[in-house]
T-cell receptor, first 115, second 115 residues
């Protein structure tokens, strides 16, 4: 079974629209971390945020915000007032304390922001 | 600060030829090291990871091998490339002392085309 599921394969929005990227995870570990990465067309993966399983506070960084809900095993990512530069593939990932050498990625969501 | 170097950036190799991709990390010691492959338009597939010199764990049995001859050097090799080996190869590191809660940091990747 997939540890991290990103059901949205591709999303297209027009600039200035808000967009939410969904991430659902599965783990039996009580201690784990969740991550989001951005992969622009150039290819490198850029680390965006880390969240631990004990901290369900939402986080905001500029136009980016993250909503972590343990009750639904979700860690969603919202971009407010999207810009063309936000166009990229976004990956959600999971790391478990009990299996710390592994790093589980979702299949990614490709975001297209059109001018 | 820590940096990760991966080379070459692009590579075109004929079927049956050998392969050697190199990755080095600076500014940290005892990192966990990873090789991922990304086929065109697809997600990230973990190939190998290493928690120390000479310690290699293989995730997917295939035509590739990895070695870690030094603490901060990770090499991906093949004796005979197949067409299916084409893809985008990413090296990554994470802090080995607190690996379960530390993010992966990626190199810029190598785009391999096997012809």
């Amino acid at each position: 079974a997939q540890k991290v599921t990103q059901a949205q394969t591709e999303i297209s929005v027009v600039e200035k629209e808000d967009v939410t990227l969904d991430c659902v995870y599965e783990t039996r570990d009580t201690t784990y971390y969740l991550f989001w990465y951005k992969q622009p067309p150039s290819g490198e993966l850029v680390f965006l945020i880390r969240r631990n399983s004990f901290d369900e506070q939402n986080e905001i960084s500029g136009r980016y915000s993250w909503n972590f809900q343990k009750s639904t095993s979700s860690f969603n990512f919202t971009i407010t007032a999207s810009q063309v530069v936000d166009s990229a593939v976004y990956f959600c990932a999971l790391s478990e304390r009990g299996n710390f050498n592994k790093f589980y990625f979702g299949s990614g969501t490709k975001l297209n922001v059109k001018p | 600060s820590q940096t990760i170097h991966q080379w070459p950036a692009t590579l075109v190799q004929p079927v049956g030829s050998p392969l050697s991709l190199e990755c080095t990390v600076e500014g940290t010691s005892n990192p966990n090291l990873y090789w991922y492959r990304q086929a065109a338009g697809r997600g990230l597939q973990l190939l190998f990871y290493s928690v120390g010199i000479g310690q290699i764990s293989s995730e997917v049995p295939q035509n590739l091998s990895a070695s870690r001859p030094q603490d901060r050097q990770f090499i991906l090799s093949s004796k005979k490339l197949l067409l299916s080996d084409s893809g985008f190869y990413l090296c990554a590191w994470r802090d080995g002392r607190s690996s379960y809660n530390s993010p992966l940091h990626f190199g810029n990747g190598t785009r391999l085309t096997v012809t």
